[in-house]
């Protein structure tokens, strides 16, 4: 990842509406969100998540599917992974003690155990 993809994505989260999307969109990974009840669940009109949509898609952090009549929004892991990869890429200088905490603490969301509670 660039800088400027960086940003993009960055920026993309940068609002209110779209991070509180996104963080929905993971929450209910692998299945997704129809567009509309995306609006439905975060209170806002349709067209104005359509808009919120379209810039996290551009931003590479969701990705659509067409089922039937309904579009199906899923957050793109790979699009998260990339970009914290890119955060974190030369973490306090290469420091295994100062980084070590920080790694811990976000690899408990998916480990076996963390899903078993």
Known sequence: M???TAIAALGALAQTTRLETFRLLVRHEP???PAGELA???DVPQNT???HLATLSRAGLVTSERQSRSI???ADLNGLRELTLFLLKDCCGGSTELCAPLIAELAPCCSPEAKAS
């Open 72 to 74: 199906i929004y899923r």
């Open 31 to 33: 299945d997704g969100i």
């Open 2 to 4: 660039d800088s400027n």
């Open 49 to 51: 998540m359509s808009a």
């Open 40 to 42: 439905r669940l975060i």
